[in-house]
């Protein structure tokens, strides 16, 4: 499948471009974007075009800081990891948040590369959007203790919508332990996604 994807992004497959990456992505649920190493869109599923309200025309050719459709603050997060994957040629996801007219919404980012075989670089990522599951309701404490002052800078970063590779460059740690705490804190509170973190931020004043 990558090396036919590979034939329809280079025009190589004598076939219609769109008509090819249709056929393997364009059922998916999934917002999928293929993007070139000057991090232009060069194909979007319906579902992708869909969910950010422009016609696929209007995306394909345009980065997502042209396209606008994206927080300048994600997009900065979204290009630097873009750039990881481009460079190291290794599989990436991230959680960002975006707040929006319904409150607070995580979305799942996982990019792929797919590599040149001739020159054996990474030619074009794979962009698969899914939109993270929100807690309901925020819950109440726990009886198994307060937050550490730790935990709690941790959960407000995120509540502001900041990656975990972003907080961890903040505070000074590795992004392992920023996870290590947002799973203790998961545990304590319940605070399963960042949507949840947000509303709870808010509840204690903390943003």
């Known amino acids: 499948m ?11 497959d004598g076939q219609d471009r769109a008509g090819i990456l249709d056929a393997a992505l364009g059922a998916i649920a999934e917002h999928v974007f ?15 075009a869909m969910a950010i309200g422009k016609g696929r025309s209007e995306i394909v050719g345009r980065t997502w800081r042209e396209l606008g459709s994206r927080p300048p603050e994600v997009v900065d997060a979204f ?3 873009l750039a990881q994957v481009f460079e190291t040629g290794r599989r990436a996801s991230e959680t960002y948040s975006v707040l929006g007219p319904a409150g607070l919404a995580d979305f ?4 792929t590369p797919i590599f040149s075989g001739e020159e054996n670089r990474v030619r074009y990522v794979v962009d698969v959007v899914t939109e993270v599951e929100r807690d309901p309701s925020p819950p109440a404490q726990s009886t198994n203790g307060p937050l550490t002052s730790r935990q709690r800078e941790i959960v407000t970063l995120m509540a502001r919508g ?5 907080i961890a460059a903040l505070l000074k740690i590795s992004k392992r332990t ?3 705490h947002r799973r ?16 709870y931020a808010e509840t204690k004043n903390w943003i």
């Open 34 to 48: 293929i993007l070139d190493r000057d991090f232009r869109n060069v194909y979007v599923n319906r579902a992708g």
């Open 162 to 166: 900041h990656t975990n590779q972003e």
């Open 79 to 81: 290009e630097a990891l």
């Open 184 to 199: 203790d804190v998961a545990k304590r509170l319940g605070l399963r996604s960042r949507s949840a973190m947000f509303r």
């Open 2 to 12: 990558t090396d036919r994807l590979l034939r329809a992004l280079a025009g190589d």
């Open 108 to 111: 799942l980012v996982t990019l």
């Open 178 to 180: 920023v996870e290590t």
